[in-house]
């Protein structure tokens, strides 16, 4: 069996129909040229009959011109010799013509295998789909124009392939030229300087800090702000000011309306201590319903923002759990250091929420670009917006490939061009791949169980024509 039906159980059913068309048509012109050949002796019987009519005729009136001269005729046996008959199938077998079998009986692999040699003694293709050869092309584009409407058309034009590379490229050069890392520094011997969309978020953070932060200070306290080691009696080792608030999941944007409100709720605070242990701490703060722990939270976090050592990026904090090795190294010549530390050197540095509100521009860009071309292609095409919803799959991978290229890009920014700096790493562009995998996956699925159930309804009701035909 080739290799294309053994590897795709599919390939072996366009086989077999390919094989089925073939026949069919090579029926189709058998019988045509069967009927062709019995007009055609028709008609040359219909001739003769004429002729022998009128023959009849004058032998007659000789007959009678005979008899009236005295002359006798005798009577002329009738011929018995068999009628004239139309071409047999023996007639075309020894013409050298070869009704195709039907085969009965067989299973489908036997089936399979029988289309497979009669179509390469056609000379098709078996690597490639033998409908597609066999079938006329008016047909084969009819046919993809119907599956188009009623699946929608999810191929990719060139013009597509280039806009998601596009986008992917620009994201990249963004994180390059204007992402760059949080501030100057001096990482393994070698200067590199930060980004100026950064600092000048830092550079107006105390105003904003002034303005909104600490008038909120005093209603702001909570249970989990403790800043040193020594201000939990030593229960949460390796805690300073520069990394409590990386250590307080409560002071994380997201981890916060959990653990932080928890927190708020229980009068305790919870850490991630320098080894990436879970620590619960009891305060003399007394606990708080459900709203007064919501109001409190969303305060601590605007009081932090802006302060020089800001509050985590969303979910970075969790790195104090993975205490696998990291591929990076924090002092030249030095070991690689576990996740957990890298991410308390990384935040140490500026690596905060406000410097991912500027990474957050790369997978900005590639979700911009890709779904504004998305948009206007349908406004191009005058496609309605029933029939771009059909067409969702082919969004959802433009994203996925967008993004996996500006992920690469970040990566190679992180390696090549900042010597292995790990606060290179742009981390809402690797947050961006978890949902636009998710969602791809989530829409490849769905247009799958729909062209399954299509198909699955189209068999039962062959199925239910051919029980009528046969009842």
Do not use: C
């Amino acid at each position: 069996m080739s290799l294309s039906v053994a590897s795709d159980p599919l390939a072996a059913v366009s086989t077999v129909a390919a094989y089925q068309d073939v026949t069919l048509t090579e029926l189709r012109n058998v019988f045509d040229r069967v009927d062709f050949d019995l007009r055609d002796a028709l008609e040359r019987e219909d001739r003769i009959h004429d002729s022998v009519s009128s023959l009849e005729g004058e032998i007659g009136s000789v007959r009678d011109q005979l008899a009236a001269l005295g002359i006798a005729v005798l009577d002329v046996p009738q011929d018995t010799a068999p009628a004239s008959r139309a071409p047999s199938d023996d007639a075309y077998q020894q013409s050298g013509r070869v009704l195709p079998v039907a085969p009965v009986g067989l299973d489908f692999s036997d089936l399979t295998a029988l289309a497979e040699a009669r179509l390469a003694l056609l000379g098709v293709d078996l690597s490639r789909d033998p409908l597609l050869q066999v079938l006329p092309e008016g047909q084969v584009k009819a046919s993809f124009q119907k599956y188009d409407a009623q699946f929608g058309d999810v191929s990719w034009t060139e013009t597509d392939w280039a806009v998601v590379l596009a986008a992917g490229v620009v994201a990249t050069i963004l994180d390059i030229v204007l992402v760059r890392i949080p501030a100057d520094r001096k990482f393994l011997g070698e200067k590199y300087r930060g980004s100026p969309l950064t600092e000048w978020l830092n550079d107006h953070s105390a105003d904003l800090h002034e303005r909104f932060g600490k008038p909120l200070e005093r209603f702001a306290k909570v249970p989990y702000d403790a800043p040193t080691t020594r201000a939990t009696n030593d229960a949460v080792r390796g805690m300073f000011p520069k990394v409590h608030r990386l250590m307080s999941p409560g002071h994380d944007p997201i981890l916060g309306f959990v653990v932080g409100v928890g927190d708020l709720m229980d009068g305790s605070g919870t850490y991630f201590d320098e080894f990436g242990k879970v620590v619960r701490v009891a305060t003399d703060m007394a606990p708080v319903d459900l709203s007064s722990a919501l109001l409190k939270q969303v305060a601590h976090l605007i009081s932090d923002v802006f302060t020089p050592a800001g509050i985590p990026a969303p979910l970075f904090s969790l790195l104090h759990l993975v205490k696998s090795e990291s591929p990076f190294a924090l002092v030249k010549d030095g070991p690689i250091v576990p996740w957990k530390d890298v991410a308390r050197d990384m935040y140490r540095h500026g690596y905060d929420f406000r410097h991912s509100l500027t990474m957050g521009i790369v997978p900005a860009a590639v979700e911009l670009i890709i779904r504004g071309y998305w948009q206007l292609d349908a406004l191009a095409k005058e496609k309605s917006a029933d029939q771009r919803k059909l067409e969702i799959a082919k969004l959802r991978s433009m994203l996925l490939l967008g993004h996996t290229v500006a992920t690469s890009g970040t990566l190679a920014k992180t390696g090549l061009v900042f010597g292995m700096n790990p606060a290179a790493l742009n981390y809402p562009q690797l947050l961006a791949m978890v949902p636009a995998t998710i969602a791809w996956l989530k829409e490849a699925i769905a247009r799958e169980q729909r062209i399954g159930s299509a198909l699955e309804a189209e068999w039962l009701a062959l199925i239910a024509e051919g029980a009528q035909g046969s009842g």
